[in-house]
């Protein structure tokens, strides 16, 4: 008995869409798990299943990929993800300090979800815009030239 | 193979110019360390444990580090393993690798055994200069066979290599990134793949580890080790068995370059358990006023051979399950008249036929390592992943034949696994399977045909006449193309689908190097071996190069019917006595059977029948069983584990197993039984039995009988031989605790056994090299105490042994006249309406009675179910689960129902060989009832 | 035209449209491509010294002659721009990919036409979302207008493009690991031989080039390799984007002419070091570079001659160190980034840099010992180029094996002080 698939039509279709741009369905592997986690924020082994379903991949094979990347999460994240650049450039301007005050503020630590589900503290690898260190991202959205006064400001006017 | 001249550390070589150096160095007999490197899944270059320093040219001094598996043998190259810079690298690299490791040895299970602790040794890194944590991982279920411990991993991804890439297996993966990766599985559970017991001997390390060991550890210094053949299917995978205080405590592969090579299905790593079960018949027992009663083996010699002594009327029933020596001496105590091969008439015939086929044929039947080189395959109405594991192993292998050969044309080496990956990405090559369901092999299938077995033979039929009509195209090969194409019999029409899928499967079988077709007893049916046949015909006559491989079902079933072409049935239905007895004394009948439950071959009604018309039913068996509870006289008998014997496998290979140990009580081969029974019944009463006689002079009188089989006598060196003056060890030199483990029954060590069949001892004392292959007990070199010593043994990594890969094959093509077919092309199957042919369904594990006792194969046993085709079941409303009432021979039995097997409408088809559905003679028609589904 | 690769650029942050690309002389060069036959283009582009400006340097025109050409050649091969730049420090395409995609797109066609490639893709890293965006309308753009597609320009020839967003992981950026990523597995490299410009995606033959490479090659070929040549001072061909970052008083990116020295990056364009910093020593191309020093500060910033003073121009992006901050930290920083980043496949990057991080932070929160450095120069032997499957382990010990030397006084401060003296 095939139990149904968690994943919705929406994402079934983006998916299949997908697929057909690649010599074979498995291609689109990479593809399908950021059509996931964009409608549902991270991805379920629910999910992961679903998606084995449709590109007739078994699902270690679909986690093997999802959890390779760093950029595809297998947990729970906020409704705001915060990705703190900690490569060099940023750490020689410090940035340390800078996710210290994120730390304080949000009351919680790197890989962590507040309790209300707002935000979510992740790094990130250099974000390539040095010249303008410390920078993080928030969502989709870059923000640069960090420091301990503006950050709390910025992270307010995320929901 | 061309030879090029390479210096090693200044000394010249002539090495095989097709490998890379680490396989060449290796088959030099240097010791150069690896991990990811695998004889059958080549190299990745991912460990970089076997760097060596590869010089530009005789000037250069300094050299570059390079990988030796990675690296082609060219001439005038010019390489050192033992320079320093290689020697601190690879120390480094060990050094690196045990950084995160454990060093857990003394409480694990690899310890002593463990190629990395071997290569730690071999690299001289013995001082740890790594003082941080251990990043550390959770270990994972993995079902009944296989043991994780992934803290001791040391990431070679040798085990998703073979366990996804070489087996095909889906639910074993490599997770996550840098010192993170975890090899396992998706979620906790029950490892899904026919091989994962192969993890154990392909991991370097204590990660994945036997569990049936596990349960009853010993070291592999301290065990009793022979070695034997595997008795769980037709193939005769060869094995290393091994005791520990009188129990069977696990099997590894015995390395065998034209059998299984370096691997082994679970069925037979796993399926041994049922050698220490509880329900082993450790004495003689005779049946007194309703019980039966032990009894003293003299006592019971006495008895029964009073009775062969009697000259009663007195019939024998052979075994596949049992060696040519027991059976043929069965045969020789009641006489040829009057021995049946134990199996029923329909299956004998077909075995027959696939020997006349093999023997008289016109196409030559490949070693279960030759089907790896065949580049086309047809299988012809077997689910092989079920029916003949490894052979299917094997396919997998073959299916990728062709693509791998494309990318060896540009000169790329098939060892480079990695690149070769990369270009081949995944395309198989032309793999056609015609079964009556779906199958394991299936996903590696460029077409199926899921029919009826009359239709799968008409099928294989027109591709014969294909081929054959093929002969005035010339332009035989552009129809290739359409055997690639995926719309090839697509259309609404199922007669053109037939023809159009025939021809794509004759064209693809034309247009291959080498095409193999495979097909067997398995749905008891002889038009399909004749139309497999044909096809071969047909190819060699277009002068191609085919293989034919028939599967049969038991490890000597080919052995068997050499021996008699009388089958169950003929012994049963024998009502009338013979003309010079009289009638009355009918009743007066004799049986003798030999490690054989009839109730698992013929119908319960039909077997009790018979039974009660016999006032003797001698028993030789090894386990309890419906058969065994009807025996007037019943005789330990030995399993493989005790017993010495030669088995014939499906390709005609005849093969010797050993005993691993001699076991403290009555228990002992069939065939001492046999002869001790037949010495002591034809001496004077009073006068003690002759000395009996040894293995060897039962092979002398049974080649006099059967000429055909004198190359069994060549088998293996004889029990006289010696290397030197010394017997071949089954114990390793290290065993120990021999003084003190049976101290608490005796202070004094006991004399150990004496072994007077064969050249090898019960011992540790006796020869230390490398033994005749055939005789091989166990693996070791100095500094190499894992499998990987298998190395040692080989003439080249991955080639034959040393002295020859043992067994002998008894036939070869002769193309003899008689074996010409005629066509007999069965009419299109129809079904009848109401009623449902039931075929067989095979499972690996189940459908062997004897390895189905042991625990851990038992936990994946599956119920009784019947299968029911899809739109059969949509008509009378049956949903997947649903109870149904099944007539079975007469009897009303409820199964769930399966579906989506992709059985044709009109058939179903019931597992074989699980209690339910002992004895049923597949196949045959029922009706089955819908009535009240829960 | 000094700043020939830039110069269209807008300082609002809004990329060139279309429109506004082809009124700077935008596809005139595809045009004019369509014109020649394919190994024409690729002798111009060779002619031009044009040489990878990825990292490794690698000169461009020879790489697409290794592509098999001619009728019996696959019928399917592919272009790939890599975008994916995550080499710490580095910020250099982000410029080009935000300010003209169609530049891109353009040197993408010129050389797909060169090697008759019949796909092609840019592999974007996730974290670009302005770039995301603005690649996405110029493509749609380049399709409406029959840049892209069937029929290119009236021509026979045919391509299309996607862009491809990654999942983040740096090694993503190593070209063979690109094509498994883009095959949507794990992003491994792949062992070469054979190369991918004869196997690669999907076993077919495939170029891949960086952004900053392709941006070059519509002006090459609008202007010829002799001006192209003449761009640069040292005669390596062309200008460089050039950037800084750490603290110089103004942290950037500018196009100059290859060959630019160091100083005149330094002390002209960033405008020297901050008030109260004083300069240490520089990573010249990225954190996969060697350190330089005070010393070397008259070098010019083009391949054979960072080469020379022992580093590498890399991508040309100069992470400067400060006397106020600690090299071992800057270092440790670093390290951590690449045994974060390695892929895991082989031995030496898997378990080594986990191990130099380990030895790092220890001596920066002053646990360390002497026999720690011995371990640490050991680790830069053991992980030099060669030993490892990729480039990314024996990138990550660049760094780190010149800091040894060039500031073992300061490791060893660490060591005797028992704390991290700039703390
Ligand atoms: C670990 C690693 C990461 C790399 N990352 C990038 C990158 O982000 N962008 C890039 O263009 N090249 C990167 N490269 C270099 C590429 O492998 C390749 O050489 C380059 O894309 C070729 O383009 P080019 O010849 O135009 O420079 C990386 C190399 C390595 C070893
Ligand atoms: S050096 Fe090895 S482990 Fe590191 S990224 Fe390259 S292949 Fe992966
Ligand atoms: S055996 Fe050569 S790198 Fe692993």
Redesign the interface.
């Known amino acids: 008995m095939t139990p149904e698939n968690t994943l919705t039509d929406a994402e079934i279709t983006e998916i299949q869409t997908i697929f057909r ?4 369905k ?6 399908g ?2 059509v996931i986690q964009q409608h549902r924020r991270w991805v379920s082994d629910e999910a992961v299943r679903g998606l084995a379903e449709i590109l007739e991949m078994s699902p270690a094979a679909i986690d ?2 999802a959890t ?5 999460f297998r947990r729970p994240v906020g409704r705001n993800v915060i ?1 703190m650049c ?4 940023c ?3 410090g940035y340390d300090q800078v996710a210290a005050c994120v730390k304080r503020k949000l009351a919680i630590d790197y890989g962590e979800t507040t309790e209300d589900d707002r935000y979510t503290l992740l790094t ?10 410390p920078a993080m ?1 928030v969502n ?3 923000h640069r030239d960090l420091t301990t006064e503006n950050v709390a400001a910025i992270l307010n006017t995320y929901e | 193979m061309s030879m090029t001249n390479i210096l090693i550390d200044n000394v010249p070589y002539a090495v095989d110019g097709s490998k890379n150096v680490l396989a060449a160095s290796l088959s030099l007999g240097l010791n150069l360390p690896y991990f990811c490197w695998h004889p059958a899944l080549h190299s ?6 076997c ?1 060596v320093l590869k010089y530009k040219n005789a000037e250069d001094t300094k050299g ?3 990988m030796a598996c ?1 690296e082609p043998i060219a001439d005038h190259l010019r390489i050192s393993i033992e320079a320093p810079e290689a020697r601190q ?1 690879r120390a ?2 060990i050094e ?2 045990m ?2 490791h454990p060093h857990d040895c003394p409480v694990c299970d690899e310890g002593g055994e463990c190629h990395l602790q071997d290569m730690t040794v071999m690299t001289g890194h013995n001082c740890r ?2 003082e ?1 944590k251990k ?1 550390t991982h959770t270990n994972q279920y993995l079902g009944p066979f296989v043991n994780h411990e992934m803290n001791r991993c ?2 070679c ?1 040798r085990c998703v290599r073979f366990y996804k890439e070489y087996a095909g297996g889906k639910d074993l993966d ?1 997770f ?6 975890y090899f396992g599985r998706h979620e906790e559970g029950v490892l899904e793949s026919e091989f994962s017991g192969n993890l154990v001997e392909v991991c370097p390390t204590g990660v994945f580890t036997d569990k049936t060991l596990k349960k009853h550890f010993t070291r592999k210094w301290d065990l009793t080790d022979a070695p034997s053949i595997c008795h769980q299917c037709g193939v005769g995978c060869n094995i290393i068995a091994s005791e520990r205080y009188g129990s069977i405590r696990r099997i590894l592969t015995r390395y065998n370059g034209d059998v299984n090579g370096y691997f082994l299905c679970d069925r037979g790593r796993f399926g041994y358990e049922y050698v220490n079960s509880p329900q082993r018949i450790l004495a003689p027992a005779i049946k007194g006023d309703c019980a039966l009663a032990n009894a003293s083996p003299e006592q019971a010699i006495r008895q029964i051979s009073a009775i062969i002594a009697s000259g009663k009327k007195m019939i024998g029933i052979g075994s596949p399950q049992a060696s040519l020596e027991s059976n043929f001496l069965l045969q020789q105590l009641v006489g040829p008249a009057h021995f049946y091969a134990g199996i029923p008439r329909a299956e004998g015939k077909l075995i027959r036929r696939v020997i006349t086929l093999l023997k008289n044929g016109k196409v030559r039947t490949p070693s279960l390592a030759e089907v790896k080189d065949f580049d086309a395959v047809f299988v012809i109405g077997e689910d092989v992943t079920n029916t003949a594991p490894m052979l299917a192993l094997n396919l997998r292998q073959a299916a990728k034949k062709g693509p791998v050969e494309l990318v060896k044309a ?1 000169h ?1 080496p098939e060892w ?1 696994d ?2 070769v990956k ?4 995944g395309t198989t090559g032309l793999f056609y399977i015609a079964t009556p369901h779906h199958t394991a092999l299936d996903e590696i299938a460029t077409r199926t045909y899921h029919a009826h077995p009359d239709d799968i033979a008409r099928l294989a039929y027109a591709v014969a006449q294909h081929i054959n009509a093929f002969s005035s195209i010339a332009g035989a090969s552009s129809s290739t193309a359409d055997a690639h194409s995926p719309d090839a019999g697509t259309t609404a029409n199922p007669d053109a689908d037939f023809e159009a899928l025939s021809k794509s499967i004759a064209a693809a079988l034309l247009a291959a190097k080498k095409p193999l077709i495979v097909s067997g007893i398995s749905l008891y049916s002889e038009a399909l071996l004749d139309s497999a046949a044909s096809i071969t015909n047909a190819l060699k006559d277009q002068a191609k190069d085919p293989g034919l491989v028939f599967i049969v079902p038991e490890a000597n079933s080919i052995g068997l019917v050499m021996l008699s072409d009388q089958f169950l049935e003929d012994a049963y239905e024998k009502e009338e006595p013979d003309e010079d007895e009289k009638p009355s004394q009918a009743d007066e009948d004799t049986a003798i059977l030999l490690e054989n439950d009839l109730y698992e071959r013929t119908f319960k009604g039909q077997t009790d029948l018979f039974l009660r018309r016999q006032k003797n039913i001698i028993v030789l068996d090894s386990l309890e069983n419906a058969t065994t509870r009807q025996a007037t006289h019943l005789l330990p008998a030995a399993t493989f584990a005790e017993a010495d014997g030669t088995l014939i496998n499906n390709e005609g290979r005849a093969q010797r197993f050993y005993q691993v140990h001699q076991p403290d009580n009555a228990v002992r081969s069939s065939w001492k039984w046999l002869q001790e029974l037949q010495s002591a019944a034809s001496s004077e009463p009073n006068v003690p039995p002759s000395a009996s006689t040894h293995f060897d002079s039962i092979l002398q009188s049974l080649v006099r009988e059967f000429p055909e089989l004198t190359a069994i006598t060549t088998l293996a060196p004889a029990a006289g031989f010696r290397e030197g003056t010394q017997k071949i060890p089954r114990e390793p030199h290290r065993y120990s605790g021999r003084t003190a483990m049976h101290a608490n029954v005796n202070v004094n060590e006991p004399q150990p056994p004496e072994d007077a069949d064969s050249a090898l001892s019960f011992t540790m004392e006796g020869y230390a090299g490398v033994p005749p292959p055939a005789l091989t007990p166990f693996y070791w070199s100095p500094g190499w105490n894992s499998v990987q010593a298998i190395n040692k043994y080989q003439i080249e990594v991955g080639g034959p042994l040393h002295g020859g890969n043992p067994g002998k094959r008894l036939f070869e093509p002769s193309n003899i006249p008689a074996a010409i077919l005629t066509p007999n092309i069965p009419a299109p199957f129809t079904p009848t309406p109401g009623e449902w042919l039931v075929l067989p369904l095979y499972h690996i594990f189940g459908s062997d009675p004897l390895s189905a006792l042991s625990p851990g194969i038992k936990e994946r046993i599956p119920q009784p179910y019947i299968a029911l085709n899809d739109s059969d079941a949509d008509k009378t409303g049956i949903l997947e689960g649903h109870y149904v009432e099944v007539l079975l021979n007469g009897q009303k039995q409820r199964l769930p129902v399966k579906l989506h097997t992709g059985l044709p409408p009109g058939t179903a088809g019931l597992p074989k060989g699980l209690a339910a559905t002992a004895g049923l003679q597949f196949p045959f028609s029922t009706t089955i009832n819908s009535g009240n589904h829960d | 035209m000094d700043k020939p690769l830039t110069q269209h650029i807008k300082k609002d942050g809004s990329w060139l449209t279309l429109k506004e690309y082809e009124a700077v002389g935008g596809y005139q060069a595809l045009k004019k491509v369509l014109t020649l036959a394919p190994a024409e283009v690729t002798t111009i582009v060779t002619d031009s010294g044009l040489k990878g400006r990825g990292g490794a340097g690698f000169p461009t025109g020879s790489k697409w002659k290794t592509v098999p050409m001619g009728p019996d050649a696959p019928a399917i091969k592919y272009f790939i721009a890599n975008a994916d ?7 250099k ?2 410029l080009l990919l935000e300010g003209n995609p169609h530049q891109l797109i353009e040197g993408i066609l010129i050389g797909a036409y060169a090697i008759q490639a019949r796909f092609s893709y840019i592999f974007l ?6 770039a995301a965006k603005a690649i996405t309308q110029c493509i749609r753009e380049a399709y409406e207008a029959g840049y892209l597609g069937e029929h290119i320009a009236g021509s026979d020839f045919q391509l299309d493009l ?1 862009l491809h ?6 090694i993503c950026g190593e070209e063979t690991a690109l094509l498994n ?7 491994n490299p ?2 070469k ?2 190369y991918p410009t ?2 690669g995606l ?2 077919k033959p495939t170029i891949v080039n960086n952004v900053e490479t392709l941006c070059n090659v519509p002006l090459i070929l609008t202007n010829g390799a002799d001006w192209f040549m003449k761009l640069s001072k040292t005669g390596e061909g062309g200008t460089k984007l050039y ?5 110089v008083k103004k ?3 500018w196009e100059l002419p290859l060959g630019t020295s160091l100083r005149e990056i330094l002390e002209e364009h960033a405008g020297g070091m901050k008030d109260g910093y004083q300069f240490k020593g520089v ?1 010249p191309g990225g ?1 996969s570079t060697d350190f330089l020093t005070e010393e070397h500060l008259d070098v010019p910033m083009d391949y054979k001659s960072v080469s020379a003073v022992g580093s590498r121009l890399g991508t040309g ?1 100069l ?4 006397d106020k ?1 600690c090299p071992v ?2 270092v440790r ?2 390290e951590q ?1 690449f ?10 990057c ?6 130099t991080t ?1 030895l790092l932070d ?1 001596l920066e929160k002053g646990t360390g010992k002497m ?1 720690d450095l011995d ?1 640490l120069t ?1 680790q830069t032997h ?1 992980m ?1 180029p ?4 990729c480039a990314l382990a024996p990138g990550a010990m660049e760094p780190l094996q010149s800091a040894l030397k060039l500031f073992r006084q300061d490791f060893e401060r660490h060591i005797h002080e028992h704390k991290c003296p700039w703390e």
């Open positions: 741009h690649f010599p074979e498995s291609a689109a592997c990479i593809e798990l950021k093997s990929v390779y990347y760093n950029l595809i990705l900690n490569s060099v450039s750490w020689i301007m990130i690898p250099c974000l390539g815009t040095c010249d303008h260190a991202i989709e959205d870059l | 990745v270059g991912a460990c970089r444990q760097a570059k580090i390079v990675l690298f480094g690299n690196a690798l950084t995160n200069r790594y941080f990043r040391i990431q991804y490599v996550a990134s840098h010192d993170d990766v540009m790329i480079n990695a690149a990369d270009i081949v990405q | 730049e995550m080499e710490p420090g580095s910020f395409d982000r890293r996730w974290a670009y979302h302005q996607s967003t990654s999942v983040g992981r740096y990523a883009l095959e949507g597995k794990r992003a792949r062992s031989p054979p004869v196997h999907f076993g950037g800084a970052s750490g603290r942290p950037g990116l990573l954190g992006t992470i400067v160190l400060d901050t930290g800057m920083n670093l980034f045994a974060q980043e390695s892929c895991g496949w082989c031995t030496p898997r378990e080594g840099l986990p191990w380990k220890s026999k371990i050991f053991y030099a060669g030993n490892t499957f």
